[in-house]
């Protein structure tokens, strides 16, 4: 199904059977992000997924949720779509998918906890920084007001997320300021995960286009270590939370529980 479509999902999820449910992006807009930039958004028929699902074996106990963001379709569908995956597929014991901030607005704390109950078990959010600045300068479409408030939604629901992080995105000589904002802000909530993805300016993005009139300059890899090993210093879970820079996009590849083994995973970044 929609085999000419790019299909993107997080490297954990590599070996989990793929629902495609939304193609492109209905946001679209963050100047960093060249995924879908030539992609039409539009939500996969019905028709089609259970199409999808009558394939898949029945004894299939993960499923992830395909598109930019699934959550986008709304609780009404949302929920019908796990209906139908619990139906068809009834040894299914997690629905994960990508959501944004935005998205996740949509719903009450209420039906969050309904989808939840019903399968939705885990979610993978692009927070990116903890600085309105850097937000707004990237076009992300939320702040960090919003971002927590969400996250605690999530939480008050019991619906695991993993928290997406970008450092390099403050740009040259803010990195240490933006590893403190950003351990601030996820501070304030519980995340299953910590999952780091190193700044890469793509071709065809608005920041390739700020970088080319000097608007933005990135900063150097010695930098976006130690924002690395500043945001490790700063955040403070209240729960056992793993901390993830094995994303191919990372200039270090380590992974950890914080706080257990915050000062290995330091003591890693200091001699790289």
Do not use: W
């Not at 904002?181 to 995340?191: K, L, S």
């Not at 300059?217 to 270590?225: K, S």
Request: proline share 4%.
């Amino acid at each position: 199904m929609y085999r000419n479509d790019t299909i993107y999902y997080p490297q954990d999820e590599i070996s989990t059977v793929l629902l495609p449910v939304t193609l492109g992006c209905n946001y679209n807009r963050c100047a960093f992000c060249s995924m879908y930039k030539d992609d039409r958004y539009r939500e996969v028929p019905f028709f089609d997924m259970e199409r999808e699902l009558l394939n898949i074996y029945n004894y299939t106990e993960r499923v992830f949720l395909t598109g930019a963001d699934p959550m986008s379709i709304g609780f009404d569908n949302m929920e019908k779509l796990l209906d139908m995956i619990n139906r068809y597929l009834p040894y299914c014991a997690c629905v994960a998918s990508y959501a944004s901030i935005r998205s996740i607005a949509r719903y009450s704390i209420e039906e969050l906890t309904i989808l939840h109950n019903k399968g939705l078990r885990l979610l993978y959010i692009g927070f990116e920084a903890g600085r309105d600045d850097v937000l707004k300068l990237m076009n992300k479409g939320q702040t960090v007001e919003q971002s927590i408030e969400q996250a605690k939604k999530l939480n008050r629901a019991s619906l695991q997320f993993n928290s997406i992080i970008m450092y390099g995105i403050a740009g040259e000589g803010e990195c240490i300021s933006n590893a403190v904002a950003t351990a601030d802000m996820i501070n304030q909530f519980n995340t299953s995960r910590i999952i780091t993805m190193n700044l890469i300016i793509f071709d065809g993005t608005e920041l390739k286009d700020m970088l080319n009139k000097g608007e933005f300059i990135p900063p150097g890899a010695r930098e976006r270590l130690l924002e690395l090993k500043t945001l490790l210093e700063n955040l403070q879970p209240s729960e056992p939370t793993v901390f993830d820079t094995t994303h191919p996009t990372n200039i270090i590849s380590i992974k950890g529980k914080l706080p257990q083994d915050r000062n290995r995973l330091i003591n890693k970044i200091i001699n790289h």
